[in-house]
Nanobody
Framework: QVQLVESGGGLVQAGGSVRLSCTASGRTFDNYGMGWFRQAPGKEREFVAAIAGSATRDYVDSVKGRFTISRDNARNTVYLQMNRLKPEDTAVYYC?????????????????WGQGTQVTVSS
């Protein structure tokens, strides 16, 4: 059974940093696209960042220059380093794994999802 488990969320002040981790079990995702999405209260789930099997990356414009997605295939883990956080980054952050090596920005392209981790940025 495939599981994605996120960790690293919490409460942080504006301007601070948080690193989220997502560890997969049940299969390896070395060559598969992985992504991070977030959902704020009353809003749709939105794409944040993605990394392809080739390590190509993409980000939503609002986080470019502040967030970095990376992966450690030996640990079957993907990370989201979030710097210079803003109150509008407050959301539940979800890790997702695809079934192809390609970079995808749409939630419907991902097959496996974690349970989410809350990130709250105070002003």
């Amino acid at each position: 059974q495939v599981q994605l488990v996120e960790s690293g969320g919490g409460l942080v002040q504006a301007g601070g940093s948080v690193r989220l981790s997502c560890t997969a079990s049940g299969r390896t995702f070395d060559n598969y696209g992985m992504g991070w999405f977030r959902q704020a209260p009353g809003k749709e789930r939105e794409f944040v960042a993605a990394i392809a099997g080739s390590a190509t990356r993409d980000y939503v414009d609002s986080v470019k220059g502040r967030f970095t997605i990376s992966r450690d295939n030996a640990r079957n883990t993907v990370y989201l380093q979030m710097n210079r956080l803003k109150p509008e980054d407050t959301a539940v952050y979800y890790c997702a794994a695809g079934t192809s090596p390609f970079l995808r920005t749409m939630a419907s392209a991902y097959f496996y999802w974690g349970q989410g981790t809350q990130v709250t940025v105070s002003s």
